[in-house]
């Protein structure tokens, strides 16, 4: 993995946090999130939760992740990067 990608992943984080509107749609949210968790951790693990109504914001953000199975994190933090620029 090149320094410049990492680099760039780790300002996108930042601008994540600290400069993205906090009413971003939620289906937006959910691809941040599964981007920077396929960026940083890799494939999903573990069992999906469960759908009760404290834990449909958990599944979605799961299946979110779950969809980019398979895709490198070079790829997923390139992906993060895109999507960040094209929300400032």
């Known amino acids: 993995m090149s320094d410049s990608l990492e680099t760039e992943f780790q ?8 400069n993205l509107s906090k009413s971003l749609p939620n ?7 599964s981007f920077f968790k ?5 494939d999903v693990t573990g069992a999906r939760p469960r759908i009760i109504s404290s834990s449909i914001a958990r599944a ?3 299946d979110g992740w779950k969809k ?4 490198s ?3 997923s933090k390139q992906k ?7 929300l400032q």
Do not use: F, H, P
């Open 80 to 86: 993060y990067i895109d999507l960040i620029e094209s």
């Open 38 to 42: 396929q960026a940083t951790k890799g």
């Open 27 to 33: 289906t937006t949210k959910i691809d941040i999130y």
């Open 11 to 18: 300002a996108a984080a930042v601008t994540a946090l600290n």
């Open 60 to 62: 979605m953000m799961y």
């Open 73 to 75: 994190k070079e790829d």
């Open 68 to 71: 980019l199975e398979g895709m």
